[in-house]
């Protein structure tokens, strides 16, 4: 993911210099300059960077406005202050409104580099665990679905199965598209056809109903969806654990 930055910064002379270091800097792409506050905070929601440099000091709206509106947007830019002033209760004000990471003027420009850097790995950092963790639980939460039903494990249709819930859970809509979509797509991750994918599938589903567990799947989706010997289409089934799994999370 490419590292951005937007700089809101009031001083001229300061601005110029950051905009020049930033635009022949191979590591942070700078994509956008403002020495205003109201139009800053409208140029970082529209653009989105990584990384958004803010003075204090503004003219429009000032710097503690810029982090509220940053917050309040739930704009997925990480907010670090430049400041003239070192105060406590400033510094303490501004990460409190949302700042990352405080930096008194003046300052070595290769030392901010690193500093925003650090910033970026950190946020990564997070978000990739918080995705693993994610996908550990919905892959957890699949299973133990699939196994009360009775689809073991062992038959290539339980991990069809379980692609086509992830993918419908991401993009619900897909479950309209299940036939051009849907099993083609998870023919190709497991490089075989559609038509393998969804028989597969469906024979996966029979096993579950063929085992007798019709009470058991009545539980787990909450309502008496099917009574003796009724089953879902490929389509339903994977609509009916995506919608209880989104439902939880909701």
Do not use: C
């Amino acid at each position: 993911m490419e590292n951005t930055v937007v700089i809101v910064e009031e001083n001229k002379s300061l601005r110029e210099k950051l905009e020049e270091y930033f635009i022949n800097n191979n590591q942070i792409k700078l994509i956008g300059s403002s020495d205003n506050g109201l139009a800053g905070l409208e140029m970082i929601k529209q653009k989105k960077p990584t990384i958004a440099l803010i003075d204090l000091i503004l003219p429009g709206i000032d710097g503690y406005e810029v982090l509220e509106g940053i917050k309040s947007d739930k704009t997925p830019t990480k907010a670090v202050v430049l400041s003239s002033f070192s105060e406590e209760g400033m510094v303490k004000n501004a990460i409190e409104k949302g700042a990352s990471y405080y930096i008194v003027k003046p300052f070595n420009f290769d030392t901010l580099t690193q500093r925003l850097l650090e910033v970026f790995d950190i946020d990564t950092e997070k978000a990739l665990l918080l995705e693993r963790k994610k996908n550990n639980s919905l892959e957890e939460k699949i299973s133990n679905i699939f196994i009360t039903v009775g689809i073991p494990p062992h038959i290539k249709g339980y991990s069809y199965l379980r692609e086509g819930v992830k993918m419908a859970i991401k993009s619900p809509a897909i479950i309209n598209n299940i036939t051009k979509q849907l099993y083609p797509m998870i023919g190709e991750k497991y490089d075989t056809s559609a038509s393998k994918v969804e028989r597969a599938i469906r024979h996966a589903i029979e096993v579950a109903w063929n085992r007798g567990r019709i009470e058991s799947i009545n539980t787990i989706f909450g309502v008496r969806a099917y009574v003796g010997s009724d089953k879902p289409t490929n389509g339903e089934f994977i609509a009916l654990v995506a919608d209880k799994l989104l439902l939880e999370w909701a």
